[in-house]
């Protein structure tokens, strides 16, 4: 089993930078693919970023790429999300996820078993 805190969330202008941290404790993290979904209030939760097992393949969805950059270090037991040129659109809880042995990235939340509580991104104009 693998716990993920999600950590930097806040509020910011439309334009600003964020960086969402994820920390992994438990089993070790450089065993699992993970994921960045958000969902804001009375929405789905959607499908933000992912990267693999061994972080050598990444997703985006079409609204963040360019924007959007996620990246892990196994060596903290980490993952992040930078997150820059934010717009009102981007406001929503942000959560990580992990899939164990995901060499292949996965856009879909079914697939991860292990989430983190989530952390708000509030974008204001």
């Known amino acids: 089993q693998v716990q993920l805190i999600e950590s ?3 509020l910011v202008q439309t334009g600003g930078s964020l960086r969402l941290s994820c920390a992994a404790s438990g089993r070790t993290f450089s065993n699992y693919g993970m994921g960045w979904f958000r969902q804001a209030p009375g929405k789905e939760r959607e499908f ?4 693999n097992r061994g972080g050598d393949s990444t997703a985006y969805a079409d609204s963040v790429k360019g924007r959007f950059t996620i990246s ?3 060596a903290k037991n980490a993952g ?7 717009k009102p659109e981007d406001t929503a809880v942000y959560y990580c996820a992990a899939k164990f042995l995901a ?3 996965s856009t879909t939340p079914a697939e991860y078993r292990h989430w983190g509580q989530g ?4 974008v204001s104009s």
């Open 8 to 10: 930097g969330g806040g």
């Open 48 to 51: 933000v970023a992912a990267i």
């Open 72 to 74: 892990r270090d196994d």
């Open 80 to 86: 992040n999300l930078q997150m820059n040129s934010l």
């Open 103 to 105: 060499r292949v990235v």
């Open 119 to 122: 952390t708000q991104v509030t």
